[in-house]
């Protein structure tokens, strides 16, 4: 398979949040509704230059080539007809190119991607699980049985007592086997994925990292992009053949589509807290506790016994000549803290006080307020 894309996990991410909200505010309300009544009125539909019957460009034809060869039937709008709609579907999708493919609704890719999916098989196992070939899923399936109850023959592979799996008939090697079991207990929750969660490689990744940063949750990540041998290797160990794939404490999850119904449900909250890995505190709520953790409040360089500028040292001098009780946090000591705070308050330099959750200002309005014998009756009250 090219290295550019795994691809039954491509580009969905871009279509499981409404993708009307994506359209740049200058973009029509009509518009919206036009675009996304075409992306909804056929289960496949393409948007393409020309025609099914007479493509304008080699990419369109080569896609509906495809289509056909899968035995697919699908819709079409030819965005050469209507230069609205060709510029809008950029701004809709936030894919800059066509032809693109879409899926009960959800953004597939263009030409380089489709054409990836169908010769590694994936793009027939999207229509098939979206109930569109034959081969669909069972309906009634449980979200968390849906990944761990997947067919494995014995022929396929079996399992070790300790629950690893035998590579003899895996159609991987032992180190291989170990290869793999050291990068997924590298990490509590070990995400591998098209990319890296800063520059994820395509939407379906993109997803996964939103959602477990959604859910607050810490996570290694390895970038199968980078590592043919992992990559092919994982498909057999986990017996799932896409990605990106979830582990949670050495436990297979299962793909994207289970970590959004997962998430929805609840049921990826509750999973992670019963294997004991709780969510990280978002930064926002870490700074509203510490801005609120005493009445009046100092974000400074260095500690009121050791100032480690000459803005702070003043700063502590005015509260302490005030005859102010207040409470402090070294800015140095943490940098999410001290880069976030200039955001949270919108004030970026330091140090910055707060009273009752407010911020007052810095050194020079402090002083001034000292000066003018503001500073203890505001901050007294």
Request: net charge negative.
């Amino acid at each position: 398979m090219a290295a550019g894309m795994t691809v039954i996990e491509t580009v969905k991410e871009m279509n499981e949040s409404p993708q009307v909200d994506r359209i740049n505010a200058r973009t029509n309300t009509g518009l919206k509704g036009k675009l996304q009544q075409l992306v909804d009125s056929k289960p496949i539909f393409l948007f393409m230059k020309g025609t099914p019957d007479q493509p304008r460009c080699g990419f369109s034809r080569k896609v509906v080539e495809v289509l056909k060869e899968v035995g697919m039937e699908f819709g079409s709008f030819d965005i050469l007809s209507d230069e609205e709609v060709r510029e809008g579907m950029k701004e809709f999708s936030n894919w800059p190119s066509f032809p693109q493919l879409y899926c009960k609704g959800e953004l597939l890719g263009g030409c380089d991607i489709t054409l990836e999916m169908h010769q590694s098989g994936e793009l027939k196992k999207v229509f098939e699980q979206h109930g569109l070939l034959s081969n669909t899923d069972n309906a009634g399936e449980s979200i968390v049985e849906k990944a761990a109850t997947q067919p494995k023959s014995e022929a396929e592979f079996s399992r070790s007592d300790n629950g690893g799996i035998a590579a003899d008939s895996m159609g991987i090697t032992e180190s291989l086997k170990s290869r793999l079991e050291t990068i997924i207990k590298s990490s509590p929750i070990l995400l591998f994925m098209n990319g890296t969660p800063e520059e994820p490689r395509c939407g379906f990744s993109v997803k996964a990292v939103e959602i477990l940063r959604e859910e607050g949750l810490e996570f290694g990540s390895f970038n199968i992009l980078t590592d043919k041998e992992v990559r092919e290797g994982l498909k057999t160990y986990s017996n799932w053949s896409s990605y990106p794939q979830l582990y949670m404490k050495d436990e297979f999850i299962g793909g994207s589509d289970i970590m959004i119904e997962m998430q929805k449900s609840g049921e990826l909250k509750k999973v992670s807290a019963e294997k004991g890995m709780m969510p990280k505190e978002s930064l926002e709520n870490r700074l509203k506790h510490l801005v609120n953790s005493s009445p009046l409040m100092l974000f400074m360089k260095g500690t009121p016994a050791a100032p480690r500028c000459g803005f702070s040292s003043k700063v502590v001098n005015a509260l302490r000549e005030e005859g102010l009780s207040f409470g402090y946090f070294d800015i140095l000591s943490d940098e999410e803290v001290r880069q976030g705070l200039k955001t949270y308050s919108n004030w970026p330099t330091f140090p910055q006080v707060y009273h009752k959750g407010e911020l007052i200002g810095g050194c020079d309005i402090v002083l001034e307020m000292h000066k003018s014998g503001e500073l203890k009756s505001t901050l007294a009250e």
